[in-house]
């Protein structure tokens, strides 16, 4: 996306910026200088902070997130509120950006329709197996163990919805990214984070009808 | 898959600790720059904020944005 950068919107300072004249210097038509002291700006910061899960090519991945970052800067200047110094407002925008992009590639080859749930029929029976082998001390407690076991599984197969089953299997079980779920089920980190808030809800209340009492079952599984 | 105690444990903790009021992705994003903000002024935003902390507790996204925010910020020292 091509921007026009106004020339004649001069500034006689250079950064740093009051909030006020960033947000002056970044409003359309955006001030060239400000532009680029910004990029700069958040290129500096994002080296240390991606450095980690970035294993090459390190300087051009961070030129092009702060490149992508910077537009949805000037895209939203108009929404900044001033929370916060407007380096570090652009900064957070930035640095999710960044790792949005990386995640996508981490998993993008990963569907969520393709994942297994806790009663998948090749997998049952893998959970008891290592609770029979968590070192349990005493065959009444494995029984006991295996029995809390199944009774978490139903419920979370017979109490929860496909979507929230869905959301549960994959960030959960399977660690997914939220965001990654996200994109795949077209809708928004907000609304997956809902799904599986409800979905905790639904199972605690669930215990409580069923006269389950989590604690003891976390206990009982730690085996204290 | 495999599934293992360790995930089940950790549903179960999940379970336990879901709260009546909870705030999502959009709203830690939104407040997530002040709370870093007080974080290196050396204050308490876990205080001040405690549901953007909780959530930070709970998503493994956010709580990820906000760790390498806070090195991107702590490199760049007195330029911020």
Known sequence: ?224 | MKLSTDILKNMLRAVIGTKEEEIGCDDCFDKLDSFIEMKLAGKSPEQAMPLVQDHLQRCKDCRQEYEALLEALQNLGSEV
């Open chain 1, 1 to 224: 996306m091509l921007r026009w950068f106004n020339k004649n919107k001069k500034t006689d300072k250079k950064a740093p910026y009051t909030n006020e004249e960033w947000v002056e210097l970044l409003s359309e038509p955006p001030n060239g200088q400000a532009v680029q002291e910004l990029r700069k700006f958040l290129v500096r910061g994002l080296k240390p902070a991606l450095s980690k899960y970035v294993d090459r090519e390190l300087d051009q991945f961070v030129e092009d997130v702060a490149q992508d970052a910077l537009l949805k800067v000037l895209d939203n200047i108009h929404t900044f509120r001033g929370d916060s110094k407007l380096t570090t407002w652009a900064m957070k925008i930035a640095v999710r950006e960044g790792l949005t992009v990386l995640r996508r590639k981490r998993w993008n080859n990963i569907s969520i329709e393709d994942l297994k749930g806790p009663n998948a029929d090749d997998d049952s029976g893998e959970i008891f197996s290592e609770v029979f082998s968590s070192g349990s001390p005493t065959p009444e407690l494995t029984a006991a163990q295996k029995m809390m076991v199944e009774k978490v599984q139903d419920i979370i197969q017979n109490v929860l919805t496909d979507k929230q089953r869905k959301v549960i299997t994959a960030i959960m079980i399977h660690d997914l990214p939220v965001t990654v779920v996200a994109e795949q089920m077209n809708t928004n980190r907000n609304n997956v984070y809902k799904l599986v808030y409800d979905a905790r809800k639904k199972l605690k209340n669930e215990f409580e009808v069923q006269g389950i009492n989590p604690e003891e079952m976390l206990n009982n599984l730690s085996g204290e």
